[in-house]
């Protein structure tokens, strides 16, 4: 199990104490610290089974300042992500070949099963 994870984020912390206390092995990405490529980002979607624009927090000051007001296409909202992973949903849980948002934080329950 992969956790993409922010340190100082309450829902990320709770998610991994989850998979942790389950007695799961977890491997933890530090988005921000290692931010993802294009190709790992594209990759990551294609687990999630998503477009996009849903992995982005909307409600980031970041995202209201530059973006909310702009008609974006796919591309830019990868792009956007590239170039500000603070803009990624946190925490993403990946277990094989599947990925999912983990929020609200009991998501992870079955998921981890």
Do not use: W
Not at 28 to 53: C, F, G, K, R
């Amino acid at each position: 199990i992969q956790i993409y994870h922010k340190s100082n984020c309450s829902t990320s912390l709770s998610v991994l104490k989850l998979i942790k206390d389950a007695g799961k092995k977890v491997s933890i990405i530090h988005y921000l610290e290692t931010p993802l490529n294009l190709e790992q980002l594209q990759q990551l979607l294609v687990l999630l089974n998503i477009p996009a624009e849903n992995l982005v927090r909307k409600k980031e000051k970041l995202f209201q300042e530059k973006y909310a007001h702009r008609k974006l296409k796919e591309s830019d909202y990868l792009k956007m992500l590239v170039k500000h992973p603070i803009l990624m949903e946190r925490p993403v849980v990946v277990k094989g070949k599947k990925a999912i948002i983990a929020r609200p934080i009991e998501t992870v329950i079955n998921f981890i099963k």
